[in-house]
């Protein structure tokens, strides 16, 4: 019965030798843990039983590796001078226990928010005085 079924072979990016033979219809596992970090292509190649093939490219980006994240500095950024940055790298672990240390990115206050503080407390000060002088 199987000489008459369509059969799909799985490539992941260029290899000649492909990662899966499949009989169609199946549920198939793509571990993603063992692919470098970046862009990636998976090609399915389908013959059915009287000879004809169908091709699909699927293209996704793998994302296995600790994230970074850098503070300070952005893409395609005008600097000039001395530039502080904060830099962090965490990883998202095994997915059954969640870590709290090194799993967040630190960040510094913003300006605007300063700039509230600071006139919040120049009115509370303000109002104080005004309010309650003897």
Same mark, same amino acid.
């Given at each position: ?44 190649? %389908?013959?059915? =039983? ?7 490219? #699927? ?5 296995? !590796?600790? $994230? ?34 090194? %799993?967040?990115? =630190? ?7 300063? #700039? ?5 407390? !120049?009115? $509370? ?10």
């Amino acid at each position: 019965m199987e000489e008459y079924k369509s059969k799909i072979k799985l490539f992941l990016d260029d290899e000649q030798q492909p990662i899966a033979e499949l009989v169609p219809p199946v549920q198939f596992d793509l571990d993603t843990s063992k692919l470098t970090d970046g862009e990636h292509t998976l090609k399915l190649i %389908s013959k059915s =039983p009287t000879g004809r093939e169908g091709i699909r490219k #699927i293209k996704f980006i793998v994302k296995n !590796g600790p $994230a970074i994240s850098v503070e300070g500095l952005s893409d395609n950024g005008v600097v000039d001078g001395v530039i502080p940055l904060m830099i962090n790298a965490y990883d998202k672990g095994n997915q059954k226990k969640f870590f709290i240390e090194g %799993s967040e990115t =630190p960040q510094s206050i913003p300006s605007w928010l300063w #700039i509230l503080l600071v006139a919040f407390l !120049g009115w $509370a000060a303000f109002y104080t005085i005004t309010n309650f002088s003897l």
